[in-house]
């Protein structure tokens, strides 16, 4: 079983700035998965980032990286240079069976002010 | 584009009704989802597939029930919708082997009176 928790309800950026978003993980599971979706108002799902439990390098993609720190428990997702089109809620997301079972959290409301 | 669709996209039913949700993939993966999305919960986990016939509760399954007669069709069944079912649902599919990489249909809007 899997527990993500993300204690942001709601972050707020000005343009251009950095922003990280926190998330703790607990999990029984050996091997297991991070992530990271991005839900516009929109409403789709997109997929940002993955940081597999025993990748010895942060994941980064584009904007986007990964703040892995494992002893920790934690997965947080650093944005750099926000944009407007960044506003949006933020999912971290674990995964760590072999059926690829998704454990949500409840979510981040990113606020990119200009 | 994960090449995945989900019909309707929005549906008004009433409470007792059976309600039929379709997820439909042009691209043969084996491993299918349904999920749920209300307000505060981020999405739960409904049903998943791992293959023709073989599905898997999740978290939230009461009252839910799936089939999968074929590689590209995952069907979610409400067998009598109540209003507590009022939700996004959201259908994925899982790519690859190594990231575990889910990527999600646009959703349908159900909302039970």
């Known amino acids: 079983a899997q527990k993500i928790t993300q204690t942001q309800p709601g972050m707020f950026v000005q343009e251009k700035e950095a922003v990280t978003l926190d998330c703790t993980y607990d999990t029984s599971d050996p091997s297991y998965g991070l992530f990271w979706y991005k839900q516009p108002s929109s409403g789709e799902m997109i997929f940002l980032i993955y940081q597999g439990s025993y990748d010895q390098q942060n994941a980064t993609e584009g904007r986007y990286s990964l703040n892995f720190q494992k002893a920790r428990k934690s997965a947080n997702l650093v944005i750099s240079a926000s944009q407007l089109g960044d506003s949006a809620m933020y999912f971290c997301?674990?995964?760590?069976?072999?059926?690829?079972?998704?454990?949500f959290g409840q979510g981040t409301i990113l606020t990119v002010h200009p | 584009d994960a090449g995945i669709t989900q019909s309707p996209r929005h549906k008004v039913t009433e409470t007792g009704t059976p309600v039929t949700l379709r997820c439909h993939q042009t691209?043969?993966?084996?491993?299918m989802y349904w999920y749920r999305q209300d307000p505060g919960h981020g999405l739960r986990l409904i049903h998943y597939?791992?293959?023709?016939?073989?599905?898997d509760k999740g978290e939230v399954s009461d009252g839910y029930s799936v089939s999968r007669s074929k590689t590209e069709d995952f069907l979610l069944t409400l067998e009598s919708a109540t209003s507590s079912q009022t939700s996004v649902y959201f259908c994925?599919?899982?790519?690859?082997?190594?990231?575990?990489?889910?990527?999600f249909g646009p959703g349908t809007r159900l909302l039970v009176l």
């Open positions: 994925a599919i899982r790519f690859g082997t190594e990231q575990e990489t889910q990527y």
């Open positions: 997301l674990a995964g760590g069976t072999s059926y690829g079972k998704l454990t």
């Open positions: 597939s791992y293959g023709v016939k073989d599905t």
């Open positions: 691209e043969n993966h084996r491993y």
